[in-house]
């Protein structure tokens, strides 16, 4: 059996973003999936408890979670064009999902597409409803997309880079979208991404996975300007910078991500990481716990390094690549 | 739209002309003579000469090729000023060479027998290959998927001659549920015409049945990984909805456009069923008409057949076009 995500935990209040920011393959869409209970039935397996509104959506068989999904909880995917069925019009996919949890008529399920899309900003939106997925642009379909999600007003809204195959201008627009309709509708975001910029700039709680595991969680200020972890280090080294030298090399950090099926024993990322010599054996032999930096903190971390030296190392040799 | 149909009908009936005119060739190359066959056995030269005049055999292959093509559109007079002056009246293909008879009329009485047969086996072997792909698709990997889709592959493999003979022998010989196939008009007698076509509709859906579930189970299985399909789940809809509003619409469309086809192809013609059943549809008739070198009839239906492929070509693409709203008529 593989662990694609392993003793995981985190919690999102209403109105508030979590970014959770991973390499592809760490396990951040398999664990979205698994809360809308998408995952594959026969070949996946969930243990533990996923809370949302207070109901264990684990516990609950298929039919009772179809009916929270889409209302109580939605998602919106990577490639807009490829998640909107080819063959229905805008409009009627998001009447669609209006008409799944709402008694109405196919006239006001109409209407409240309109709404929804006049909403995330398509401009003639009694016009554009008619039109199908390829008719619109990039940008107009994820925010249709986001209209789709929205239309039964979900507590939680999880999406799943939802930015990544859109150009930088339309890439802001589309977050900028997502954090006014948040404020208006209190929705609680899961933000899945591989992009530090997007979610220092949306999120307000970060995740960081790494083969399946979570390795540093706190708040956006804590894990990204006093990271803790040596794989926190890398990604943020990693970072060109417009007021860096330009003959300066980019840091990256060695090695390639692990194969879940094989993953390295101890810490998953001892071998890639530059300061095992400094904790000894323990990095391979012993997987380390997820623990808050100091007592009480908010800020918790997966590393075997100690606070001190941590901090020395932050200090004088991540620091000054920052 | 308009236009495009316009000009999807010209270039159809170009390749008609082509079709004509490739088979009338083959015809001429043929070490055969039809005023040979016609003279008998006490022939002169003189008669000889008398019967190729008559059959406008006489002529260059150009003129009668010319004289064919105005015949379709306009009629054509065979031996004009002789006192048996023969009018053909448009749209002319000729006489058969074997009973005299003008090949429309000839077409047209095997037309209905051959309909009948197309009608009916579509409508089973769609009803057949469409569910039992649906339910294979939806229950992947389970004995129900592995059994129906073993007895497609079986009925895949198995011929028409040898299924519709062993069926015969079982229904019509030994168990006399049904009498021999034929045909009868389903406006006069509608029971006999369902119970004499029953045969040739089952053996030509077994086969075409296995296909379309084959098809059909591929197509949905290919759907159910799209994006959409997760999409339509994350909304809340029913398993049901998914599968039938989601899952089969997006796999539909290539199914549509072979069964067009295969409609079309069949309407010339279900050339082996008919044989095998003996009932008196177009494809029988080509294959007496090859037999018998009785050229006019030969080019009739080919030229029908073909008439028939390329228009259900073109509706398949007019459908297609309002199936996949991506697709643009131009």
């Known amino acids: 059996m593989v662990h694609a995500v392993d003793n995981l935990s985190f919690s999102v209040e209403k109105g508030k973003t979590l970014g959770i920011v991973g390499e592809s393959g760490s396990g951040k869409s398999v664990t979205s999936l698994a809360i809308l209970g998408l995952h594959k039935g026969t070949r996946a397996e969930v243990s533990g408890q996923i809370y949302v509104d207070g109901q264990d959506v684990n516990a609950m068989d298929e039919s009772q979670v179809r009916k929270l999904r889409g209302k109580s909880m939605a998602m919106i995917f990577q490639d807009a064009l490829a998640a909107m069925h080819p063959y229905y019009t805008i409009g009627n996919q998001i009447a669609e999902a209006y008409q799944v949890h709402n008694k109405v008529s196919k006239g006001e399920a109409k209407k409240r597409a309109i709404e929804m899309l006049d909403r995330v900003g398509i401009p003639e939106p009694q016009k554009r409803i008619g039109d199908y997925p390829h008719q619109f642009s990039g940008g107009m379909r994820q925010r249709a997309m986001i209209a789709m999600a929205l239309s039964c007003n979900p507590s939680l809204l999880i999406a799943d880079e939802p930015t990544t195959a859109l150009d930088v201008t339309v890439q802001a627009q589309i977050l900028e979208l997502l954090r006014d309709l948040q404020k208006e509708f209190g929705t609680a975001i899961i933000l899945i991404t591989h992009d530090l910029g997007v979610v220092a700039e949306t999120a307000d709680d970060i995740l960081l996975m790494y083969a399946g595991k979570a390795i540093e969680y706190g708040t956006v200020?804590?894990?990204?300007?006093?990271?803790?972890?040596?794989?926190?280090?890398?990604?943020?080294?990693?970072?060109?910078?417009?007021?860096?030298?330009?003959?300066?090399?980019?840091?990256?950090?060695?090695?390639?991500?692990?194969?879940?099926?094989?993953?390295p024993s101890g810490c998953a990322f001892n071998p890639r990481c530059t300061y095992v010599s400094q904790v000894g054996t323990a990095c391979s032999a012993s997987i380390p716990e997820l623990l808050p930096v100091s007592a009480g903190a908010h800020h918790l971390v997966r590393c075997h390094l100690d606070v001190k030296t941590r901090e020395d190392i932050f200090k004088n040799q991540v620091a000054p690549n920052l | 739209m308009l236009r495009y149909i316009v000009k999807r009908v010209t270039a159809g009936t170009l390749v008609l002309g082509i079709v004509s005119a490739i088979v009338f060739s083959i015809f001429y190359i043929l070490p055969s003579d039809p005023a040979r066959l016609a003279c008998g056995k006490s022939c002169t030269p003189e008669l000889m000469q008398r019967i190729k005049v008559a059959l406008e055999i006489d002529q260059p292959l150009q003129v009668q090729y010319g004289r064919f093509i105005k015949g379709i559109f306009v009629g054509r007079t065979y031996l004009k000023g002789s006192e048996a002056e023969l009018q053909c009246g448009a749209p002319c293909l000729g006489y058969s060479y074997q009973t005299d008879q003008p090949v429309t009329s000839l077409l047209m009485d095997r037309l209905p027998a051959t309909l009948s047969i197309a009608a009916g086996a579509s409508v089973l072997w769609l009803l057949v290959g469409l569910s039992s792909g649906i339910v294979s698709a939806l229950r992947r990997g389970t004995m129900v998927d592995k059994f129906s889709q073993g007895v497609a592959l079986g009925a895949a493999s198995l011929q028409i001659y040898f299924v519709g003979l062993i069926l015969q022998f079982i229904f019509v010989d030994k168990l006399a549920w049904l009498p021999m196939p034929g045909y009868t008009s389903p406006f006069e007698y509608p029971l006999d015409w369902a119970k004499q076509m029953a045969l040739p509709w089952i053996t030509l859906a077994f086969l075409l049945s296995a296909i379309y579930s084959r098809l059909t189970r591929a197509g949905m299985i290919e759907v159910m990984s799209e994006d959409y399909v997760r999409t339509a789940r994350a909304k809340g809809l029913l398993a049901r909805d998914v599968n039938m509003k989601h899952v089969l619409r997006g796999a539909i469309t290539p199914i549509v456009t072979v069964f067009g086809l295969d409609l079309g192809a069949l309407l010339g013609g279900a050339v082996i069923t008919e044989y095998v059943f003996n009932v008196p549809g177009l494809g029988k008739l080509s294959t007496e008409a090859v037999t018998n070198l009785d050229i006019p009839v030969v080019t009739g239906t080919v030229l029908f057949a073909a008439f028939f492929v390329i228009t259900a070509n073109i509706i398949v693409d007019l459908v297609y076009a309002s199936l996949d709203p991506k697709v643009r008529l131009t």
């Open chain 1, 221 to 263: 200020r804590d894990v990204l300007q006093k990271p803790q972890h040596p794989y926190g280090w890398g990604l943020l080294t990693s970072i060109p910078r417009l007021t860096g030298d330009p003959d300066k090399k980019l840091l990256a950090i060695p090695g390639t991500p692990p194969s879940l099926i094989s993953v």
